[in-house]
């Protein structure tokens, strides 16, 4: 019987130990809001998702191997809350698999090109709603300035596929992150390095102060459809004030460019954050070099608990020359503005993270 009590009690201990040397989470955030937009003599008004950050679902695991050695996977979905997803639930917005140790980490899969990060990080309204400068369409800006889509060179600009990232450890608060994707083009294929993306970040994070440089360099069919981009970001957490800058420019194969400035805040103000942003976008190239705009942006969010906030923004986007740019959001667009027009949207939301 004792033998029997022994044997129970030491295979318990291994079930135990062996569950805590790996874990599954699961994870989301659910978003959605009511949200006006105007352009070009126009307006829309409904319901919008995403309004502060994408709605998701999503599972993430890690196991411990030994030695210092982990093995990790993340998979993560968009939800359209407003409509239900009708498309159905993927995993486009991350599925990676990833070795972590003492040397870093290498991850494999889909998940966000390193330029991109610095568009997010350094945004008072981060990629979504009304307010991020992304809703003025800085990512692929010098595509469309040239007539040339954001996804032709045949890698989505804010994430990529086939992709291999490499992380450098943290050495007092400096870190490094570079990525290749693979358009997986035939070696004989005219242009064999169609879809192929190269990129990096580095920065230093620590204390108050962040900083971070990166570069994105997209393959596409021809040399016309080609992208490239160059980005700067930082912010200094002053308690009261945390200030933001970026610098950015993308510049297509064609030659037509688009240079970028944006200064930002974040608050504290009460039981939440005001936020609050000024950005402007220059063009060069031949026959766009006069459509320029200009964006401002203000909110505030109110936590109503660690996981649920209230929200709600306010922007304004002003255009000159031809250009038509506009306020939008994710499923709700009012269309272009006029040319050399302006646009304008609220809107009016509440987060829950889970």
Not at 6 to 33: E, N, P
Not at 164 to 180: D, E, I, L, N, S
């Amino acid at each position: 019987m004792k033998k029997s009590l022994l044997a129970l009690a030491a295979l318990t201990a291994f079930a135990g130990a062996a569950s805590a040397q790996s874990s599954v989470t699961l994870f989301g955030i659910v978003d959605a809001g009511f949200a006006r937009v105007s352009a070009g003599g126009k307006s829309n008004t409904g319901m919008t998702n995403s309004g502060l950050n994408s709605s998701r679902l999503g599972f993430r695991g890690v196991e411990d191997l030994g030695g210092g050695l982990r093995a990790a996977f993340w998979l993560e979905g968009q939800l359209n809350n407003d409509d239900g997803n009708a498309t159905g639930l993927n995993f486009q917005r991350r599925s990676t698999v990833s070795l972590i140790g003492g040397f870093g980490e290498v991850r494999l899969g889909r998940d966000f090109a390193p330029h991109f990060l610095n568009l997010t990080v350094y945004d008072p309204f981060g990629t979504n709603g009304i307010g991020t400068v992304n809703s003025a369409g800085m990512i692929g800006a010098a595509g469309a300035a040239a007539g040339v889509a954001a996804t032709t060179a045949g890698v989505n600009a804010v994430r990529t596929n086939n992709g291999f990232h490499y992380f450098a450890p943290a050495m007092g608060g400096f870190t490094a992150h570079v990525h290749w994707a693979s358009g997986e083009q035939l070696s004989n294929a005219a242009n064999k390095g169609q879809a192929d993306m190269f990129g990096f970040r580095v920065g230093y994070a620590a204390g108050p102060l962040s900083a971070h440089y990166a570069y994105g360099n997209s393959k596409g069919a021809s040399g016309a459809s080609n992208i490239k981009y160059n980005n700067l970001g930082a912010s200094y957490n002053l308690g009261f004030v945390r200030p933001m800058f970026q610098w950015a420019t993308e510049k297509a194969g064609t030659g037509a460019k688009v240079r970028a400035y944006l200064f930002g805040a974040v608050a504290p103000m009460g039981q939440g954050e005001l936020r609050a942003s000024y950005s402007d976008y220059d063009v060069t190239g031949t026959g766009v070099s006069a459509n320029d705009w200009n964006k401002m942006a203000i909110g505030y969010g109110y936590n109503l608990s660690k996981r649920t906030q209230l929200y709600g923004t306010y922007a304004r986007v002003s255009n000159d020359g031809a250009q038509t740019r506009a306020v939008a959001n994710n499923g709700l667009s009012a269309g272009t503005a006029s040319p050399g027009g302006s646009s304008t949207g609220y809107e009016l939301g509440i987060r829950h993270s889970f």
